[in-house]
């Protein structure tokens, strides 16, 4: 569809986003579809972008994906997995799509608005996703990716650092998913003590039936030290 097609107003609206996203559409009618909620679709007899959403979804999973096998070669799958879920979360869609002022940009029925849909993560998420989407269809994987690359730009984690951060319980988790293709079993053994001063004993059973007993001052603490056991006894010390 050619821009004169647009009114000056949808127009500025779409060249601006455009500047924003640092690309030019050749097919200007793919962003707008990308910025139509469906409330405003059927006030007005038109398509909602929950096709490009779709795709936008795929287009992204596949090269974060891929940017992070290039970045962290040493991490394996399961932590490979962990960051791709951070990285391409409701929340990290949302704050990209805040940065680029998405949520104003919308075209949104009169009640969605009237509810605050504009700021409504879930809603902002979706149509980053088919703005992704909507640069797929019109540049290919390579404009997409290039995007996709601006909007990351000093957004990739550290998985060295984010890994000691991590509680002990989660990190057994990732590492006998890894090695044992299986989850621990936590099992309560016993409570003793006055109510305000308990000491909860726990075990914890690997799948190749290694057991590991533990103790402390609230079940959640005797469940990190038995993982904290366990793990140690994966080789995983720190």
């Not at 127009?11 to 050749?26: P, T």
């Not at 040493?74 to 932590?79: M, N, P, Q, S, T």
């Not at 990190?171 to 006998?176: F, G, I, N, V």
Request: net charge neutral; glycine share 8%; with cysteine.
């Amino acid at each position: 569809m050619q821009r004169s097609a647009f009114s000056p107003d949808t127009l500025k609206r779409l060249s601006e986003l455009e500047a924003r996203l640092r690309y030019r559409f050749r097919d200007i009618s793919l962003l707008a579809t990308a910025l139509t909620h469906s409330s405003w679709a059927n006030e007005h007899n038109t398509v909602h972008n929950e096709r490009l959403e779709f795709l936008g979804d795929a287009v992204l999973e596949v090269n974060v994906s891929h940017e992070i096998y290039k970045r962290f070669p040493k991490e394996r799958e399961g932590g490979m997995t962990r960051l791709r879920s951070r990285l391409v979360s409701e929340g990290k869609l949302a704050e990209l799509a805040r940065g680029l002022g998405l949520g104003e940009m919308l075209f949104m029925g009169r009640g969605e608005e009237a509810q605050g849909g504009r700021e409504r993560p879930a809603l902002i998420a979706d149509a980053m996703e088919a703005v992704l989407g909507a640069v797929y269809l019109d540049g290919g994987h390579e404009e997409a990716s290039a995007l996709i690359h601006r909007l990351y730009a000093g957004k990739w984690p550290d998985p060295e650092s984010d890994r000691k951060s991590k509680d002990y319980k989660t990190r057994l988790q990732e590492a006998t998913q890894a090695q044992l293709h299986s989850l621990p079993v936590y099992m309560p053994l016993s409570s003793t003590g006055p109510e305000h001063a308990k000491t909860f004993r726990v075990q914890l059973e690997l799948s190749d039936g290694r057991c590991f007993v533990a103790e402390g001052g609230s079940l959640k603490r005797a469940e990190q030290e038995a993982a904290h056991l366990a793990l140690i006894a994966l080789g995983m010390k720190e």
